[in-house]
């Protein structure tokens, strides 16, 4: 088997500056190189990885589809190259603590709630990052993660249960056509996330596996679907917990009531290493965690 490509990163750099600013000259200028220099080095990184990345009319530059995939890649890659030091000095000084968290997680329920630990622990500095993968745990004090974690040397406690509820914006449910039974759900636009119980099992879980499905839209976030749920583009299948404040608030209804809930479930543990077992903050993080969540 051969060697997968392996591009340069002044290529790399080349392409990403060209893709985001729309043309050669315009990286070549940022990049403090000429644009001949930029041209040359996208074109080796198309030659090394056997695809053209851009349309070229003359002096006008588009994407292609394996380009724009490809861009999406690398500019969130460097981005992160970027950031790598972010936080190094903070974390050398003592009483800082290092929280990673499911990304919707830390959007819709962590940040509105955090000022209560801050307000409790005011010699604590905290670091929030987000991460969706056990993996990403690294160097951080504290994880909190969607699902059961497994790992050595790995210390969990589920913090969270949730229920998984179908969700619209209050004028989805009476407009036209209505959304007043399952059946409708036909008529709808359905919008998927990366949740623990997707369309086609809640379909499945309650007779309807044979319902014709419309016109879909997939996201890869909670917080992307339930802000499009609000903004009456369609239906979610979402957690209670990550849509509580549109909940309360009216912005999204049940509109099926209670009828087709599914019991609550687990959802989110908290997760330790070994190592921070005896570290003061993040003992008094696990314990707010516990008790903001009712789990102590």
């Known amino acids: ?19 985001r600013l729309g043309g050669f000259k315009a990286a070549a200028d940022e990049l403090h190189v000429t644009p001949s220099a930029v041209s040359h080095q996208i074109a080796n990184l198309e030659r090394e ?29 460097l981005n ?36 209560r630990f801050l307000r409790d622990h005011p010699d604590v500095r905290v670091r929030v990052e987000p991460a969706d993968n056990l993996q990403h745990l690294g160097d951080a004090d504290v994880g909190i993660f969607y699902g059961s974690p497994v790992g ?9 249960n949730e229920s998984v509820l179908v969700l619209c914006a209050p004028g989805v449910r009476d407009g036209d056509p209505p959304l007043l039974q399952p059946a409708d759900l036909a008529r709808h636009v359905l919008i998927h996330a990366r949740n623990r119980l997707s369309w086609a099992d809640w379909l499945m879980q309650k007779g309807l596996g044979d319902l014709a499905q419309g016109r879909e839209l997939f ?22 917990l990550l ?52 789990t102590v």
């Open 1 to 19: 088997m051969s060697a997968p490509p392996r591009p340069s990163l002044n290529a790399i750099r080349a392409f990403e500056a060209a893709a």
């Open 49 to 77: 990885l056997d695809v053209a990345l851009f349309h070229r009319r003359g002096r006008h530059i588009s994407l292609t589809a394996p380009g724009e995939l490809y861009w999406r890649r690398v500019h969130d890659a």
């Open 80 to 115: 992160t190259l970027v950031h790598a030091a972010d936080g190094i000095a903070d974390a050398a000084g003592q009483g800082v603590l290092s929280v990673v968290a499911a990304s919707s997680f830390a959007a819709k329920w962590l940040m509105p709630r955090l000022d």
């Open 152 to 160: 050595r040397d790995l210390v969990a406690r589920q913090v969270i």
């Open 219 to 240: 996201v890869e976030r909670s917080t992307l679907a339930i802000d499009a749920a609000v903004r009456g583009v369609g239906v979610i299948l979402e957690s209670d």
């Open 243 to 294: 849509a509580a404040d549109e909940i309360r608030d009216g912005r999204l209804v049940e509109p099926f009531g209670a009828r087709f809930r599914l019991p609550p479930a687990p959802a989110y543990y908290v997760v330790t290493s070994d190592r921070v077992q005896a570290d003061g903050p993040a003992l008094s993080f696990v314990d707010w965690l516990a008790r903001e969540t009712g």
